[in-house]
C-alpha cells in the first residue's frame, strides 16, 4: 500500500472543529480509494507543522506562504458546499 497522504487540520483550538473536519475528511477520501492521514493542530502551529503535510485545511484564516496548498471552509459545519470542497481535496491530493 502507498504511503498515505497527509492532511494537516487547523481549527482555532485544535479540539471540538479540527476533529469534525478531520473525521469527516478521513471517511470521504477513504471512500474514494484514498490513504490518508489527518493531523489536528492549532492554527497558530500549522506554519510550524506545514513541512510534514501534502494538504492544508482549515477553518481560520492563515498565512499565504506556507508553501503548501491550503484550503479555508467551513464546509464540513455547515454543510454548504461540502460536496465541492470534498472534490478539491481530492484533486489536491491525487497530483
Known amino acids: 500500500m502507498s504511503k498515505p497522504k497527509v492532511i494537516l487540520v487547523a481549527c482555532g483550538t485544535a479540539i471540538a ?3 469534525v473536519v478531520a473525521h469527516a475528511i478521513e471517511e ?28 492544508i485545511v482549515t477553518t481560520t484564516p492563515l498565512p499565504s506562504n506556507l508553501g503548501k496548498p491550503v484550503i479555508q ?7 454548504i458546499g461540502k460536496e465541492e470542497v470534498l472534490k478539491q481535496i481530492e484533486e489536491i491530493l491525487k497530483q
Do not use: H
Not at 474514494?32 to 497558530?44: D, E, F, I, M, S
Not at 471552509?73 to 454543510?79: D, P, Q, R, V
Open 73 to 79: 471552509t467551513l464546509a464540513f459545519l455547515t454543510g
Open 17 to 19: 472543529t479540527s476533529t
Open 28 to 55: 470521504e477520501m477513504k471512500k474514494r480509494g484514498l490513504n490518508v492521514t489527518t493531523r489536528q493542530c492549532k492554527a497558530t502551529e500549522v506554519p510550524s507543522l506545514a513541512a510534514d503535510a501534502d494538504l
